[in-house]
């Protein structure tokens, strides 16, 4: 029986796209209609607002490309530091198993998905937590 690739992270990646995709749509509702009521002379709540809903959106992706770039910087650094090591072991000592076990199909399709599955993490997290944090506030705001 083959056996799928799962893990807590994915599973924790999937709660956190989950809450995304609740929490997105219901910011830009919350502020489209902040925008409509404003009208033509918004007051200085409401240019705050939305000078700071651009100024966010730069942060966050900013920081998601960064995180997403360290970490397909250290996926390269650990796949060529595994290269290095065996290729400086002398051909003697090697085993086909060792090669095996560090380039087979299923250990190196395994490691690809871990490090990709970490690369979507980090770029998720800033953007999870602003989204998330803008819903909730302008949640508490509209009751006001």
Known sequence: MRRRFTSRGSARSLIKAAE???AAPQVIAMR?????????????R?????????AEKLEAFTEAWMAM?????KASQHFGQQWGLLAMRPWWLASAADYGKLFG??????RAQRLALGAFEQAMAPVHKRATANARRLARAKKR
């Open 69 to 73: 770039a360290a970490q397909t910087f």
């Open 20 to 22: 995304l995709s609740i």
């Open 32 to 44: 489209t209609a902040r925008m409509m009521a404003a009208g033509h002379t918004p007051g200085a």
């Open 46 to 54: 409401d240019r705050s607002e939305f000078s700071r809903m651009g």
């Open 105 to 110: 199909a299923r250990a190196t399709t395994a």
